[in-house]
Each structure stands twice: as C-alpha cells, then as structure tokens.
C-alpha cells in the first residue's frame, strides 16, 4: 500500500488562502487516483476533489469549485489542494486518498483507498 502523510492545515481566516500537500512513499505514485476528502465533527466523511493519474482531470464536489484547486506532481510524489476564499463550513479534518479506481468512483475509495492520518482546518469568521 501507498503510505500518505498530510500537512500544511491551520487556521485561516474566511476569505484568506491556505495550501494542503500530501506526500505519497512505498509504490508508485502516478498509478494512483488521487482524492482528498474531509470530516467535520458529528458529520460523515465527504468528499472534496480528486485527480487524474496523469493530473490532466479534475473532480470537485460543488460546494468548492471555483474556490478549491487539486494538483499533483508525480516527480516529487506530492498531491497538493489549493484553498482559496475558505468559508467557516469548510471546517474540518482533511484527508489525502489513494485508489486504483476511476476518477469520479468515491465508494470504491472510501472501501479500498489508502489514507492519510488528516490535517486540521479550521476557517474562522
């Protein structure tokens, strides 16, 4: 399995900007569909965004197209989400994902996906 370590999570005010990155060791990165959901408290896993093996497509759930940019780099192993004009309800841990499936194919991510230990965001008003 692909090991996954997040970073760069804090605290950001709405409006500001903040920048998540995942790094990817143990196979090789670029055979993964890369994703990243969140977990808010009392709330269930959802999705976020998630990326081509290539980094040619992208997917995003609608409450962040538009403000939310996914992005990799297959040389260093890197996934990254660009977060920009964050709202208080994007609140919540984040966590990188690794599948061998489609692009838009989120069960099978969340039953056989390799993840992350999370990254707090926290967006105050």
């Known amino acids: 399995q692909v090991q996954l370590v997040e970073s760069g999570g804090g605290l950001v005010q709405a409006g500001g900007s903040l920048r998540l990155s995942c790094a990817a060791s143990?196979?090789?990165?670029?055979?993964?569909?890369m994703g990243w959901f969140r977990q808010a408290p009392g709330k269930e896993r959802e999705f976020v965004a998630a990326i081509t093996r290539s980094g040619l497509g992208a997917y995003y759930t609608d409450s962040v197209k538009g403000r939310f940019t996914i992005s990799r780099d297959n040389a260093k192993n890197t996934l990254s989400l660009q977060m920009n004009s964050p709202k208080p309800e994007d609140t919540a841990v984040y966590y990188c994902?690794?599948?061998?499936?489609?692009?838009?194919?989120?069960?099978?991510?969340?039953?056989?996906?390799?993840w992350g230990q999370g990254t707090q965001v926290t967006v105050s008003s």
């Open positions: 143990g196979r090789t990165f670029s055979d993964y569909t």
């Open positions: 994902n690794a599948h061998t499936g489609g692009l838009a194919n989120m069960d099978y991510a969340i039953r056989f996906g390799s």
